[in-house]
């Protein structure tokens, strides 16, 4: 596939240290701005697929993600309750997909939303996203269907930034509106108040360089410096400090739980891996369709998350429509029967199709058939299916693994194990989804907080 000829090429203007080949900031327009939002807008499993595609070879650490992605993948059809399980983990939907068409430059071109029903047309009036449900009459829902709806945005001009600005870009990406003023203070702060080190220089920007910068905003301190200048991508995780566990619980009798076994080895107290059923592996899957921006967002605060951080507070300063909560929307089919993250699925729709006046119910293609009425029972995995978890969110069924195979890789001594049974709340989901994004011990980062408060038990 050839992604360089005839693509469209955006501009950046790079101001640079010579001495240092280091980029002291990029000047930009709405368009370029744009894009570099785009990226903290894509849900978590779609940053993983877009660079798993583009790397090839390499595998993709971005905290826990690149294996979470790769457990989907590798599980069969079978551990999930339905095909469009696998189908919209694998590829997530976003809400923001409508708008991402409209950037100049996208690195994740998406369909059209598409809706589809049965071929029995008009007589069973249900509809689903997807076009391997099945529907309650028993067959396929694999007819499209031409819908009244359409889905529009209400912003004119731009995709997410307001005005029509221009725009300076710091390396560790702060976006601000340009001035004199503003690129006087970056030049001096960068110790460049003496002009004739600086210079200038001219980058096309294309899908490639998009790619890189999608890379190096995990991996690197300064993005532009890497992605455009050197064009070489740090190896290895960029490393923030282990996530510090919630201390303040907020006790609510009512609030849903899903309960774990945690084997653990008794001599350091850490987590080596979760047995859990469905539930928990529903909760974790559902970070994939979470997009970036909320992934940070839900966590509260930003200061841990260097420069994705900065890009999305600069977003939050410069988009045109304000958010009025840190919540994510993402799409009505990714409702589970245990919703523990804070964020919302968007309402599923009564739609009205083109010839007809009748409102069409959409389903939830989680669940097939006759179980449609029972929709709140729905989730992604397999229900009454056990499951393991490592550490490192590598998840797979207990039938297709041996917990004995299991601890003779991990090299511990059966006495040196202990199970405890904890429960989890709202915030621990939370901290596991921030720990995801963080480190590659996202377990222990998370739950550390609810074993250390057990006492040892004597043998
Ligand atoms: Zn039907």
């Known amino acids: 596939m050839d992604q360089s000829s005839g693509e469209p090429k955006l501009t950046l203007r790079l101001v640079v240290d010579e001495e240092k080949n280091k980029v002291v900031l990029a000047e930009a327009d709405r368009d370029f701005v744009d894009v570099l939002f785009s990226l903290v807008t894509l849900p978590m499993g779609t940053i993983v697929r877009l660079l798993e595609n583009h790397r090839k070879s390499e595998s993709v650490t971005i905290g826990c993600f690149g294996n979470l992605y790769k457990s989907v993948v590798d599980m069969g059809v079978d ?3 339905t095909e469009a399980c696998k189908q919209m983990l694998v590829r ?35 509809l689903s996203d997807f076009s ?6 028993g067959k396929l829902m694999k007819e499209e269907v031409k819908l009244r709806e359409k889905v529009e945005d209400k912003i004119q001009n731009g995709v997410f930034v307001r005005g029509r600005s221009s725009f300076i870009i710091t390396d560790d990406l702060i976006v601000a509106i340009r001035s004199t003023d503003l690129i006087l203070k970056k030049l001096k702060s960068a110790g460049c108040g003496d002009l004739s080190k600086v210079g200038e220089r001219l980058i096309d920007i294309g899908f490639e360089e998009v790619m890189t910068l999608l890379q190096c905003i995990f991996s690197s301190n300064a993005p532009l410096t890497d992605a455009l200048l050197k064009k070489q991508i740090p190896q290895g995780l960029k490393t923030c400090q282990t996530p510090s566990p919630y201390t303040v619980r907020e006790s609510d009798e009512s609030e849903q739980v899903i309960t774990l076994s945690v084997i653990m080895s008794k001599h350091d107290m850490k987590v080596l891996y979760v047995e859990c059923g ?17 992934v940070l967002q839900t966590s509260g605060n930003n200061s841990n998350f260097g420069c994705i951080g900065n890009l999305l507070k600069s977003f939050n300063d410069l988009r045109a429509t304000q958010v009025s909560t840190s919540e994510a929307v993402i799409p ?5 029967q245990k919703q523990l993250l804070n964020i919302i699925t968007a309402k599923r729709q009564s739609l009205v199709r083109t010839s007809d006046s009748e409102p069409m119910v959409l389903i939830d293609p989680k669940s097939n058939g006759n179980d449609q009425s029972t929709t709140e029972e729905s989730g992604f995995a397999k229900r009454d299916t056990k499951f393991i978890v490592s550490d490192d969110l590598v998840i797979t069924p207990m039938n297709s693994s ?38 590659s ?5 998370a739950l550390w907080s609810l074993i250390a408060k057990k006492p040892e038990k004597e043998t």
Not at 278 to 294: C, H, M, R
Not at 422 to 431: D, F, G, P, Y
Not at 441 to 445: C, D, E, I, Y
């Open 79 to 81: 551990d999930f309750e």
């Open 278 to 294: 469905e539930d928990f592996v529903d909760l974790v899957f559902t970070f994939l369709a979470v997009p970036l921006e909320n």
């Open 92 to 126: 997530p939907g976003s809400l923001r997909d409508v708008q991402c068409k409209r950037l100049k430059l996208s690195i994740n071109p998406t369909d059209d939303v598409k809706y589809f029903e049965c071929s029995s047309l008009t007589s069973c009036k249900m």
């Open 402 to 439: 041996s917990t004995f195979c299991l601890l003779k890789k991990l090299q511990i001594q059966a006495e040196d194990l202990e199970v405890q049974e904890i429960s989890i709340s709202k915030t621990e989901a939370t901290s596991l989804l921030r720990a995801s994004l963080l480190t």
């Open 332 to 336: 009505h089919y990714y409702k589970c």
């Open 441 to 445: 011990s996202a377990l222990n980062a």
């Open 132 to 137: 391997t449900s099945q529907c309650r009459c």
